[in-house]
């Protein structure tokens, strides 16, 4: 894997860029709903800067509403 010229940041830091609970945002990536993490030693994990924010981008201009979890899809 070549992280070249790539930024990381680190749980906290993506706290303050995406206001989710730890266990959203990692059953959103075993869904292939968000950015992958990077596994950077057994207690420290990290996210590609520019694809959490390609993720939000995406997010912003997709008009999509996320649904309640009571709620059904039509």
């Known amino acids: 894997m070549v992280l070249v010229g790539k930024i990381l940041i680190n749980r906290k830091r993506l ?3 995406i206001p989710l609970a730890d266990r959203t945002i990692y059953g959103m990536e075993q ?3 968000f ?3 990077i ?3 057994t207690r420290c994990v ?6 959490v924010e390609e993720w939000i981008e ?3 201009s997709s008009g ?3 649904l309640r979890p009571t709620a059904k899809k039509s």
Do not use: C, M, N, V
């Open 31 to 33: 869904r292939g709903e």
């Open 64 to 66: 999509e509403q996320a």
């Open 15 to 17: 706290r303050t860029k």
């Open 39 to 41: 596994t950077l030693s």
């Open 35 to 37: 950015p992958r993490r």
């Open 58 to 60: 995406a997010r912003k």
């Open 46 to 51: 990290a996210w590609d800067l520019s694809e």
